[in-house]
């Protein structure tokens, strides 16, 4: 596993537990993470918005926007949130079989969380150049 690929688990692992103090945290350590990656990875995480979008969208108090254009629109996306308030997210990244479903408090956290599970799983099953093992 590389350290790209722990960086990604430790971000799901952070949203799980709640370490993340606001939703635009969570938008802004996902869009580090996302900056760093191997090119290999390239066609699963673009495109996507640049930091300058992100940063918009975080200064007009709008997390869950910038995190929907952080999955990009490569992506099919579920959102919903109960009476309760807890959020539900599912992602599921084009033309891949793998999905990601999280909860989480905040609709942004579980979006991103979804987002990373789905990409840990497509990852697992890639060779170390990017190509997808049967």
């Known amino acids: 596993m590389s350290s790209w690929d722990a960086s990604l688990l ?3 692992d952070s949203c799980s537990v ?17 900056d760093a990656a191997p090119t290999h990875y390239a066609p699963l995480i673009s495109p996507r918005a640049d930091a300058d ?3 918009e969208l975080l200064a007009a108090d709008a997390p869950l926007c910038a995190a929907m ?8 996306v579920l959102l919903s949130r109960s009476a309760g308030g807890t959020a539900s997210g599912m992602v ?6 793998d999905e990601g479903n999280f909860f989480a ?6 979006l991103l969380g979804a987002y990373g599970t789905a990409l840990v799983a497509v990852i697992a099953r890639m ?3 990017g190509r997808l093992t049967p």
């Not at 599921?92 to 079989?97: A, L, T």
């Open 10 to 12: 430790t971000f799901v």
């Open 18 to 34: 709640g370490d993340f103090g606001t939703a635009a945290q969570a938008v802004l350590a996902m869009a580090e993470i996302l």
């Open 53 to 55: 979008r992100i940063a």
């Open 69 to 76: 254009e952080l999955v990009g629109p490569l992506c099919g």
């Open 92 to 97: 599921k990244i084009i033309d891949e079989v």
């Open 105 to 110: 408090e905040d609709p942004a956290i579980a």
């Open 127 to 129: 060779d170390g150049n």
